[in-house]
């Protein structure tokens, strides 16, 4: 399995300009997150999913948006990209139920807004 | 807020020895807490985890100790190894039957192991 694939892995994007990352994971689980790191720091959550055409708001949303429109995808899209979104961005899945288990992260998404 | 934090940023250790990372948490409301992996350029990777009805948790070469009176969480690793080296972040989320698992996430500590 391939687990959690992300891509690009590098980006560098100009002040203004849009672009969506791709995430998609083949272990069928219902539940995605995407999370920004900035340097030196720990993950913070932006968005998640809990299944096709659900998604709802982490800790810091502002300048992103999502969608889900099948278990296997959940696409981030930046609009008007700032300076201030120069981050490494991660997606990651877990199953969901009465007991949690662990988020499978991707490797990550390199992002530099210049 | 309730944040999860950690004591030492980095941690040197020689290989062969025992590595101990700490974390503190203050949601008393966690019961589910999780250690990844982090090495330069990759994801965050999971090592092991526990919930709040258990103390003590071990894995291959890892155990993850819970001290639920002073919220506190450590990760013991066994014969470091240098491969051991990476960031070494500790994470929890209460657990809701049917939501997502929220994760809050520390800091983290790097590890160097040295020869």
């Known amino acids: 399995n391939a687990g959690v694939t992300q891509t690009p892995k590098f980006r560098i994007l100009k002040i203004g300009q849009s672009m969506t990352l791709q995430c998609t994971q083949d272990?069928?689980?219902?539940?995605m997150y995407w999370y920004r790191q900035d340097p030196g720091m720990g993950l913070k959550l932006i968005y998640y999913?809990?299944?096709?055409?659900?998604?709802d708001k982490g800790e810091v949303p502002n300048g992103y948006n999502v969608s889900r429109s099948t278990t296997e995808d959940f696409p981030l899209r930046l609009e008007l990209a700032a300076p201030s979104q120069t981050s490494v961005y991660f997606c990651?899945?877990?199953?969901?139920?009465?007991?949690?288990?662990?988020?499978?992260f991707g490797d990550g998404t390199r992002l530099s807004i210049l | 807020g309730e944040s999860v934090g950690l004591h030492l940023p980095t941690l040197s250790v020689q290989e062969g020895d025992n590595s101990i990372i700490n974390c503190a948490y203050s949601?008393?409301?966690?019961?589910?807490f999780i250690w990844y992996k982090q090495e330069s350029g990759k994801g965050p990777q999971f090592i092991i985890d526990?919930?709040?009805?258990?103390d003590k948790r071990q894995g291959q070469r890892v155990t993850v100790l819970l001290n639920k009176t002073v919220k506190h969480l450590s990760l013991q690793i066994a014969a470091t190894q240098p491969g051991d080296s990476a960031v070494y972040f500790c994470?929890?989320?209460?657990?809701?039957?049917?939501?997502?698992?929220?994760?809050?996430f520390g800091t983290g500590t790097r590890l160097q192991v040295t020869l």
């Open positions: 990651a899945s877990s199953t969901p139920g009465h007991l949690l288990g662990p988020q499978h």
């Open positions: 272990m069928n689980h219902n539940y």
């Open positions: 999913s809990v299944g096709a055409g659900i998604t």
């Open positions: 949601n008393s409301a966690s019961d589910y």
């Open positions: 526990i919930r709040s009805n258990m």
């Open positions: 994470a929890e989320s209460p657990t809701n039957t049917g939501t997502a698992s929220k994760l809050t």
